[in-house]
């Protein structure tokens, strides 16, 4: 491999034929270049959907009704299920075992909050402790709603980034009166929430004094839960189907409700959808592979074509050198090191130059679904072992027929 004399016959091969060289070379490079390119475009792709469930907890269940579209035991359609206290109750009796983490919800939207002289519109949320862990939210200052606020109906408020630095700005707000539709409330932490400021203008409070002060009574609006964690993907998946079926089931006979009417109870499972995006980014990111060796493999059969016009080029100097006691595998490996060195110089290129479009266009080719392309160091890795691999395949064919060439054929050759 280190031979001297070797590497100068290399270059001196190739100084000879600078064109076909370079051809041959851009062939390669822009296999490589483009399967980078694939590759940190899927990266981008899977950045971007981690993203849109990295607000929440794996697998949270969300449950939420709606209005009946199917008549059902003599009562009409278009009746408004309003889940209650004991809806979130009958769950917790039955399922409560399986559960991680579970709450309820009480919310209203649109609602005025204050601050001495600042104003404006937000959403509170009634909550259980367990939402925190839910709703995948970092308490920065303070601390969340515990179970001491619900037991005494405590007017109590975790509020969220967006809604501290609009009503408090530089202040601290732990400990003072915030005004939530015309009733005061103590801040006592600050919340921050990887969905941004959308989840970020809340605020919480405790769920039985958002249920009294505002007269909800024991109305809720939503449920949510996580399930246990399971050893694998597909038994978490079969689990999570499994519960939702039978809690559907189950409220939708509570409330008199058709047991196929899904509108008037509405399940949302962030472990199902989770796959269809992951499902869906696999093969996206499978296509971009293909397309890429696709591209490298034409690359390649260039190279291979290149080295068997070589190998018919220097013909009489294989001749010779077999007639003067070379061995047909020094043949063959000084072959293979040409085709190897142009492969690996080219695909280098090719990958570096990839990564580097990556690393300049990457941070300003954001989108809510696309988010810092870039390729893994163990695929960058990858690719270049392809390449030595590659090089030695498109040179082994005309290596190994340079070295059945008999010297006196080769001399007879002109």
């Not at 390729?375 to 027929?401: C, K, N, Q, W, Y």
């Amino acid at each position: 491999m280190f031979n001297i004399e070797r590497w100068q016959e290399i270059f001196e091969a190739i100084s000879k034929n600078k064109l076909r060289t370079f051809l041959t070379g851009v062939s390669v490079a822009s296999g490589i270049f483009i399967l980078v390119i694939l590759l940190g475009v899927g990266k981008g792709l899977q950045n971007g959907i981690e993203k849109q469930f990295e607000r929440d907890a794996a697998g949270i269940i969300e449950v939420w009704s709606g209005a009946t579209t199917k008549a059902y035991k003599g009562m009409n359609p278009g009746r408004q299920i309003q889940f209650r206290n004991s809806d979130y109750d009958i769950s917790v009796q039955k399922y409560g075992d399986k559960f991680d983490k579970n709450t309820s919800t009480y919310n209203a939207w649109g609602i005025t909050m204050s601050y001495g002289k600042e104003s404006g519109n937000y959403q509170y949320r009634g909550v259980n402790p367990d939402y925190q862990g839910i709703e995948n939210a970092t308490v920065v200052q303070g601390r969340f709603i515990n179970a001491n606020d619900l037991s005494n109906d405590e007017k109590v408020a975790v509020i969220g980034m967006k809604l501290k630095l609009d009503l408090f700005k530089e202040k601290n707000p732990i400990g003072e009166q915030i005004v939530i539709n015309n009733i005061n409330f103590k801040v006592i932490g600050v919340f921050t929430d990887p969905g941004g400021e959308r989840e970020e203008a809340r605020a919480f409070l405790p769920l039985t004094t958002a249920q009294k002060v505002y007269g909800g009574g024991d109305k809720i609006n939503n449920m949510f839960y996580t399930l246990k964690k399971k050893d694998t993907y597909e038994e978490a998946l079969a689990e999570g189907e499994k519960f939702t079926s039978g809690l559907a089931q189950l409220l939708r006979a509570k409330n008199g409700v058709a047991p196929d009417d899904e509108s008037a109870i509405g399940i949302f499972n962030t472990t199902v959808e989770a796959k269809k995006f992951y499902d869906l980014n696999l093969y996206i990111r499978l296509f971009f592979w293909w397309v890429g060796i696709c591209t490298i493999i034409a690359g390649v059969v260039g190279v291979s074509n290149i080295m068997m016009i070589i190998v018919k080029e220097r013909t009489k100097e294989i001749g010779i050198r077999k007639a003067l006691g070379a061995s047909p595998i020094s043949i063959i490996i000084m072959i293979l090191h040409e085709s190897i060195f142009i492969t690996t110089i080219s695909g280098f290129l090719g990958l570096l130059t990839g990564l580097s479009l990556l690393e300049l266009i990457g941070p300003h080719a954001q989108s809510e679904y696309f988010v810092n392309p870039q390729v893994d160091f163990t695929v960058a890795i990858s690719t270049l072992i392809v390449l030595v691999v590659a090089g030695a395949l498109a040179g082994f064919i005309p290596a190994f027929r340079a070295a059945k060439i008999r010297p006196i054929v080769a001399l007879r050759d002109e």
